[in-house]
C-alpha cells in the first residue's frame, strides 16, 4: 500500500535551516507530481512546494519562494524540502502528500499524505 513517512523535523531558531525527507512506498514514485504542505496550530492546510515527477519543474507558494527547495531522487523513491532562513511564521507540522493528477500550483488535490513532522521556529 501507499505510505509517506516524513523525517527531518525539530526545533530550529530564527534564520535557521532545516532539510524535511518523505521516504515514499506502494508505488511507482517518478509517475508522480509530489508536494509539500503545512498545518500550523489552529490553521487550515497550506500549500507549500510541488514538484513534478521528472523534478524537472517546481512551483512554490509566496511564502516558500526564494527560501524552500523542493528536491526528490527518483533513485531513492524520495522527496525533500530545504528550508533556509526559517521564521516564527514557518511553525507548523509539514507533510508530503501525493498528486492527484497534474497540477502543480495551490489548487493541486491529494490522494495519499504522511502523518507529517513538525517544525518549530522560536528563539
Known amino acids: 500500500q501507499v505510505q509517506l513517512v516524513e523525517s527531518g523535523g525539530g526545533l530550529v531558531r530564527p534564520g535557521g535551516s532545516l532539510r524535511l525527507s518523505c521516504a515514499a512506498s506502494g508505488f511507482t514514485f517518478s509517475n508522480y507530481y509530489m508536494s509539500w504542505v503545512r498545518q500550523a496550530p489552529g490553521k487550515g492546510p497550506e500549500w507549500v512546494s510541488t514538484?513534478?515527477?521528472?523534478?524537472?519543474?517546481?512551483r512554490y507558494s509566496d511564502s516558500a519562494k526564494g527560501r524552500f527547495t523542493i528536491s526528490r531522487d527518483n533513485a531513492k523513491n524520495t522527496l525533500y524540502l530545504q528550508m533556509n532562513s526559517l521564521k516564527p511564521e514557518d511553525t507548523a507540522l509539514y507533510y508530503c502528500?501525493?498528486?492527484?493528477?497534474?497540477?502543480?500550483?495551490?489548487?493541486?488535490?491529494?490522494?495519499?499524505r504522511g502523518k507529517g513532522t513538525q517544525v518549530t521556529v522560536s528563539s
Open positions: 502528500a501525493r498528486v492527484r493528477g497534474r497540477v502543480s500550483g495551490s489548487e493541486a488535490q491529494f490522494d495519499y
Open positions: 514538484i513534478i515527477g521528472s523534478g524537472g519543474s517546481t
